[in-house]
């Protein structure tokens, strides 16, 4: 069977849905049939739902700097036709706490390049940090960081925001259709192989598979860009200290490699392992909370919480860590929008806009279209 269509978003996490949504708000789902293209039988229940759901505005890395500070704006101040409800984003501020040398200075550079873009950033010495937050007597810290427009987001509530707006606006959102490989001739993508036999035609394809991207790109002999899934897992305390009453929305103490944050009667809390690992829906690993002893006694008394849930979940990222965004350089017709790594809730509004705003203008780079992010080396 073979159907022809404008064009083909693969996968349908925030990625995927964050472009559709841009597309169909620029208008390109009225001159033609955009259809988003989901594995699963539900959308966004890979990365997108395995998260710690935190934005988080102020990263290290300087080539995600911009995405981030794009991304934090986004949400606490989202397009009114998204039609987001007010309880999809909690801007409940954050704190980063830095106590390598090092560290400080890149992040006190992110934060001096985020207050010019007009993202507030505080930074605290310790005894600041320690009055204002007296949880962290007993953390080793050098510097911390105060972002009061981060906060918790509500991936699912965002994943639907995007796809109602994509489909009212004559997108197609179909479930439980797995792209074997995709069509290319003379260089050129032409469409995709499902795995139930068909063949949707179509001159332009998005890839935004998550974990998948590699295996996509093997499997349709198209060079691999060496994105790799990295296990990560979080757990959830079945209660929650007094004295952290108060606290900010997280805390990240970044050198250290903890984070955690309130969520339900307990806290959220990673020990921040990545393991690299195939495409899929990950194990948990038993061990790993007794492999996380050293690392959390930055919060000593977090060590003495009891753990009820646990997951994993994979964060895919290049070798650099740079987001993978825009025209692929040597397949006409193909664009990527992957390698989010640990940022994907953050950043997925600036992605999405990114993205179609290359797809729709095809000459463009990300560069061109105001990111300073570029394409990974290939
Ligand atoms: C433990 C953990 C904690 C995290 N914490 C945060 C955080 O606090 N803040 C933050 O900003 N980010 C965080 N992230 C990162 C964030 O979750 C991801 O960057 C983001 O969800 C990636 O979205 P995605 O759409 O690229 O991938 P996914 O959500 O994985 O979506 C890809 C989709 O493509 C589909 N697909 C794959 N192959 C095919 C195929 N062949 N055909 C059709 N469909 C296909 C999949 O089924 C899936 O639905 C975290 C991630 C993890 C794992």
Redesign the pocket.
């Known amino acids: 069977m073979e159907e022809e269509f404008e064009g083909l978003i ?7 849905a964050s472009v559709a949504w841009h597309l169909a708000e620029r208008g390109a789902t009225h001159n033609g049939v955009w259809v988003l ?4 039988a539900l ?6 739902a ?7 505005g102020l990263v290290e890395h300087p080539g995600l700097r911009w995405l981030a500070f794009e991304g934090q704006r986004f949400w606490n101040r989202p397009p009114e036709s998204l039609g987001l409800p007010p309880e999809a984003f909690r801007p409940l501020g954050s704190l980063l706490l830095a106590s390598r040398p090092e560290t400080a200075a890149l992040l006190r550079a992110a934060a001096e390049a985020g207050k010019n873009e007009g993202v507030e950033i505080e930074i605290l010495d310790p005894a600041n940090c320690l009055r204002c937050f007296p949880f962290l007597e007993g953390t080793p810290f050098l510097c911390g960081f105060h972002a009061p427009r981060d906060g918790i987001a509500d991936p699912a509530a965002l994943l639907q925001a995007f796809l109602r707006g994509f489909r009212e606006r004559g997108g197609r959102v179909e479930t439980g ?3 074997e490989r995709l069509l290319v001739e003379r260089d050129a993508v032409a469409g995709a192989l499902l795995k139930d036999g068909s063949r949707l035609r179509s001159p332009r394809v998005c890839l ?5 991207h590699d295996d ?1 790109c093997r499997a349709s002999g198209i060079r691999s860009r060496a994105l790799r899934p990295h296990r ?1 897992h ?1 757990f959830c305390t079945t209660s929650r200290p007094p004295f952290l009453e108060g606290m900010p929305g997280f805390v990240w103490h970044v050198d250290a490699q903890v984070y955690f944050r309130p969520e339900g009667e307990g806290l959220l809390f ?1 020990a921040c392992d990545e393991d690299a690992v195939e495409a899929g829906v990950p194990a948990v690993a038993d061990e790993i909370l007794e492999w996380a002893h050293d690392r959390l006694g930055v919060f000593p008394w977090l060590r003495e919480l009891q753990v009820g849930k646990r997951w994993a ?3 895919t990222f290049a070798g650099d860590r740079r987001f993978l965004l825009g025209a692929d350089l040597e397949v006409e017709g193909l664009f990527h929008a ?1 390698g ?8 997925a509004g600036p992605v999405g806009r990114l993205v179609a705003r290359c797809l729709v203008e095809p000459s463009r780079r990300p560069e061109e279209a105001g990111s300073p992010a570029p394409l990974p080396a290939l």
């Open positions: 693969v996968g349908g996490g925030l990625a995927g293209l989901e594995s699963e959308p966004g229940v890979h990365a997108s395995q998260n710690a759901a935190m934005v988080r259709r797995r792209v935004a598979p998550g974990a998948w996509i990560r979080l990673s979940g994979l964060r992957a989010l790594g640990g940022h994907g809730v953050t950043c």
